[in-house]
C-alpha cells in the first residue's frame, strides 16, 4: 500500500493536504498560449487525466480543486476515476457568479451554486472575480456575502472563498461571515501575490480557519522540491496546499516530494538526465 497523505479537517470534513488542482488539466498555463494550447491538447478528453488521478488516491489524495462547471472533462475524470478506485472525491467547485445586486442576477447565482452541487461539489468557494466586486475596503466588509453564503448552504454544500485579495480573510475573520475555509496565493516567489510573501504568511497563520493555498510552484516558475519544502515549511497544520501536475508521473513526484518535506527527509526521486551522467554533482564520478 502506498505511503498515505496527512489530513486535515475543514467544517466538520476530512480532507488531504495536498490537493490536485487543475490549471494544467485545463489549460491556464500562466505561462503563454501555446502552453495553454498544449495542455488542452494533451487533456482534451478523461482519458488522459485518469492515470493522474488514480496515482493521487492510491495515496489518500481525496480532495480536488476546480472550476467543474467549466471543466466537462476532468468532471468526467473525477467520475471514471470513483468508480475504478471505489473512493469518492471531495470536490472544491470556484464557481464565478453573477454578483449584480438585483434580482435576475440573485437568481442566476443561485442556479450556478445549485449546479455546483449537482456536479457533486462538497466545497463551494465563490471564485475571486466575483468576491473581490463586493469588497468594501472603506468599511472592511464584504458586501451581501451573506445572501451567498446562505445559497451555499441551501444547496447543501460548505462555503468559502478565494482570495487572492488577502484583504479577503481579514474582513471575512472580523466580520464572522458564514465560512469555512479560504483559497489564498502562496508561493516562495511572490508570484501572483499583492503583498509580500511574509505579510501573506502572518494572515494564513492568524486566519480563522484552514487556508487552501495555491500556486505552490509559481506556475512552473520554482521547481516542486523548492515550492513544496517552501508551503508545507511555513504553513500550519491545519493548511493545504494544491499542486497541479501534467501527468501521473509528475504527481509521483510532487507527492514523494511533499510527503518528504513533511517528514523533513530527502526524497526518494531518481537523478536528472544529463548528456553526461558520470558528473561528481551528480554524486557519480567524472
Not at 472550476?67 to 464565478?96: C, K, N, W, Y
Not at 442576477?105 to 468557494?125: D, M
Not at 463586493?134 to 454544500?157: Q, S, W
Not at 504527481?251 to 551522467?277: F, G, K, M, Y
Request: proline residues 5%; aromatic residues 6%.
Amino acid at each position: 500500500m502506498n505511503e498515505q497523505f496527512p489530513r486535515t479537517e475543514v467544517g466538520g470534513r476530512s480532507l488531504s493536504r495536498m490537493i490536485i488542482g487543475t490549471n494544467w488539466l485545463a489549460g491556464w498555463s500562466h505561462r503563454s498560449p501555446a502552453a495553454d494550447a498544449m495542455i488542452r491538447e494533451k487533456h482534451a478528453t478523461p482519458d488522459s487525466i485518469l492515470p493522474m488521478l488514480e496515482i493521487f488516491l492510491s495515496h489518500g489524495i481525496d480532495t480536488m480543486m476546480a472550476p467543474f462547471g467549466q471543466t466537462p472533462a476532468i468532471l468526467e475524470a473525477v467520475r471514471r476515476a470513483e468508480e475504478r478506485t471505489g473512493h469518492a472525491m471531495i470536490l472544491v467547485d470556484t464557481p464565478s457568479i453573477n454578483v449584480d445586486d438585483n434580482a435576475d442576477a440573485r437568481r442566476q447565482a443561485e442556479e450556478t451554486i445549485r449546479t455546483s452541487a449537482r456536479n457533486g461539489a462538497t466545497f463551494c468557494l465563490l471564485h475571486h472575480t466575483s468576491v473581490e466586486q463586493l469588497v468594501d475596503k472603506n468599511r472592511g466588509i464584504i458586501r451581501r456575502l451573506d445572501d451567498y453564503t446562505r445559497m451555499i448552504r441551501d444547496a447543501g454544500m460548505i462555503p468559502g472563498l478565494s482570495a487572492h485579495m488577502p484583504e479577503i480573510v481579514v474582513y471575512s475573520d472580523a466580520n464572522g461571515y458564514d465560512v469555512e475555509t479560504y483559497i489564498q496565493i502562496y508561493n516562495c516567489m511572490g508570484f501572483l501575490m499583492q503583498v509580500e510573501v511574509e505579510t501573506v504568511n502572518k494572515i494564513i497563520r492568524e486566519a480563522k480557519k484552514p487556508v487552501m493555498t495555491i500556486k505552490s510552484m509559481a506556475a512552473g516558475r520554482c521547481t516542486p522540491f523548492v515550492g513544496l519544502n517552501f508551503s508545507y515549511a511555513t504553513l500550519r497544520d491545519c493548511d493545504m496546499v494544491t499542486v497541479g501536475c501534467f501527468d501521473a508521473r509528475e504527481a509521483e513526484e510532487d507527492i514523494e516530494i511533499a510527503l518528504a518535506a513533511l517528514a523533513r527527509r530527502a526524497p526518494r526521486l531518481a537523478v536528472r538526465s544529463s548528456p553526461n551522467q558520470k558528473q561528481a554533482a551528480f554524486g557519480g564520478r567524472s
